[in-house]
């Protein structure tokens, strides 16, 4: 609904986008703090209770939305049943080359990082009996994320959007190979701040792209496939960085992890599709279903 929310308020998708991510990632920052902070006045139960509620009244804001398309679905626009919804998903996404493209590069990056922050990280701190640093190079990517997502608006004017996508792919893959030598931790703060602040526009970049190529009835078949993508990648990723790690090491296994980010961002840098994310949007995706019949 972020596109007609935007129509509605007068704001750019790029604005939308980028303050949708921004507060996703003020969230990941604040709620851990305001949920310890809860459990430690009210208790654990009362707190669960209270994030009932929360999720409650999400419910009720959403519900009372007066958006166009926000409503049931045309019948001619729905699926058969679950599989075809998915497959026609699948056949969008693999048919629209800009989208296969992201798809493929997210499953990559996805399948290579989620282990260092999920296994690798974790395990440093703990070697060096540091847990509250963990907490902080995680804020650090958080914090580095949501500066990069409220600035993704005036960069998207600025910076070409392949430009940005292939500079976040390739800083990512060279501060992890930096973080593979295992520096002090301000240096591993300061490059967790670096890989959020990049990394902070790529989402916006992807629902600016779904919300551009897909028709409305399309746009929940398309973000599934590709949020699927990324949820299947990470525990491929996670099989494979426990036993390595146990195997090699963590410096082998951040460079492993590291230098296949490094050739993605390499290669991204020469694909013909990426320059697709620079087109003008399409005038008719937004034509109701049957208007032209």
């Known amino acids: 609904m972020l596109p007609e929310a935007a129509a509605r308020a007068g704001w750019s ?10 507060i996703l990632n003020l969230a990941f920052i604040v709620g851990p703090a305001i949920g310890g902070l809860m459990i430690a006045t009210v208790g ?9 509620t929360a999720f409650g009244l999400s419910i009720l804001a959403i519900a009372a939305l007066q958006l166009e398309g926000a409503g049931k679905p045309h019948h001619t626009s729905r699926p ?22 992201l798809g493929m590069i997210d499953l990559t990056v996805t399948a290579l990082y989620l282990p260092m922050e999920s296994v690798l990280f974790p395990k440093y701190f ?21 500066v990069g997502a409220l600035g ?7 910076v070409p959007r392949r430009v940005t996508m292939s500079t976040a792919v390739l800083t990512l893959g060279l501060a992890s190979m930096v973080i593979a ?3 002090p931790l301000p240096v591993i703060m300061v490059l967790c701040a670096v890989v959020g602040l990049v990394y902070g526009p790529i989402q916006p970049i992807y629902n600016y792209v779904i919300q551009t190529r897909a028709a409305q009835h399309l746009r929940g078949r398309v973000v599934g496939v590709m949020t699927s993508l990324a949820y299947a990648a990470g525990p491929l990723g996670l099989l494979l960085a426990g036993p390595l790690t146990d195997a090699a090491g963590l410096h082998a296994t951040f460079l492993a992890l590291a230098l296949p980010i490094v050739c993605t961002g390499l290669v991204a840098i020469r694909l013909p599709a990426l ?15 049957g208007s032209a019949q």
């Open 80 to 101: 058969q049943g679950l599989v075809s919804g998915i497959a026609e998903g699948l056949r969008f996404v693999w048919n629209l080359r800009v989208l296969r493209t």
């Open 152 to 158: 993704y608006a005036v960069l998207a004017i600025r």
């Open 275 to 289: 320059r697709e994310l620079d087109l003008a949007p399409q005038a008719d995706i937004d034509r109701p279903v």
């Open 13 to 22: 998708l790029d604005r939308i986008n980028g303050a949708y991510e921004a």
């Open 44 to 52: 654990g139960i009362t707190t669960m209770w209270i994030t009932a």
């Open 181 to 183: 030598f295992l520096p």
């Open 126 to 146: 703990t070697d060096h009996q540091q847990p509250v640093q963990l907490g902080w190079a995680l804020m650090a990517i958080a914090g580095g994320g949501l």
